[in-house]
């Protein structure tokens, strides 16, 4: 059952992960998606780092736990960070994050399937309002430098963020500090980015760093606090409940847009209508009668 203290953590997930976003596209605007990705996951890291060492945070014995907090934080926020970036960095943050909204949705189907979770029919239902607000964002003019095909760089990042949310679910239950499973996972996806970026962009790196480090430092710290409400949220909730209210962020994200980046973006009426419908999938989702 979603109790008031996980739907309050997943509240705060959903603001968390909104600024980040906004604050991302700043720095997305003068660097490389994997290299802001490696910098965000850095600055992610350290922060659970300090929290760890100030507050002794327990780890239990080694166990299957540590496995699917370490997949689950390859995936989430190692391989979603590369997605979503991509994602922002190709049709902007206002239309890259309610389609990764839709989230939820495949979150719900997998519960069910592998977690035994049981969401009612009008639960489900809000799977069309989420096809309908991306719908209704990908419709009319291309406004801007962008094109439909790249929507599937943010929907990649929804389904493996979906997957991700299994993951964590199922190794968080075993952690006495919710922190320090959430460090498990944030160190996992630190490796696995940092091990691609320097694959690919090794030469890149110096001159990403310079220019855009300051945007991604502060994204990332941002990030690694949601994370830790992500965890906890995950921790008191079924994820069919708790992922719907965490993505509620990109309305968050279309309205801090609206008032930041509207040079940066072209903003339309369909993004914020868009916006609207997805989130209200998703609430219906957490909607419960009895």
């Known amino acids: 059952m979603l109790t008031d203290a996980a739907l309050l953590f997943a509240l705060g ?8 976003d906004v604050t991302a596209r700043f720095g997305l605007q003068r660097a490389d998606p994997l290299v802001g990705a490696m910098m965000a996951l850095t600055a992610s890291v ?19 736990h540590y496995f699917w907090m370490a997949v689950g934080g390859a995936c989430n926020p190692g391989l979603f960070f590369v997605l979503f970036f991509i994602g922002i960095a190709k049709i902007g943050v206002s239309r890259a994050a309610p389609i990764k909204g839709s989230s939820a949705i495949f979150a719900a189907l997998l519960a069910m399937v592998f977690l035994a979770e049981e969401p009612a029919w009008y639960n ?6 989420v096809v309908g607000g991306i719908a ?3 419709s009319g003019a291309q406004a801007g430098h962008w094109r439909r095909v790249d929507m599937l760089w943010p929907l990649a990042a929804a389904v493996v963020a979906a997957t991700a949310a299994l993951c964590w679910r199922t190794g968080i239950q075993a952690f006495p500090d919710t922190v320090a499973g959430a460090a498990v996972a944030i ?3 630190l490796a696995v980015v940092a091990a691609y970026t320097l694959a690919v962009r090794r030469s890149e790196i110096r001159r990403n760093v310079r220019a855009s480090w300051k945007f991604f430092i502060v994204a990332g710290a941002i990030e690694g606090f949601g994370k830790f409400l992500y965890a ?26 609206l008032v930041v980046l509207r040079r940066a973006e072209r903003i339309t009426w369909r993004v914020p209508a868009g916006a609207v419908l997805t989130v209200g999938g998703a609430v219906l989702v957490n909607v419960r009668f009895v």
């Open 124 to 129: 489900l239902a809000g799977i069309l309002l």
């Open 187 to 189: 160190f996992a996806a």
């Open 136 to 138: 209704v964002i990908s």
């Open 232 to 257: 906890s949220a995950l921790q008191l909730g079924e994820v069919y409940r708790v992922l719907p209210v965490i993505q509620t962020s990109p309305l968050l994200v279309v309205l801090l847009s």
């Open 13 to 20: 997930t959903a603001l968390a992960y909104a600024f980040a």
């Open 46 to 64: 350290m922060l659970f780092l300090l929290v760890v060492l100030a507050t002794g945070a327990r780890f239990p014995a080694v166990g299957v």
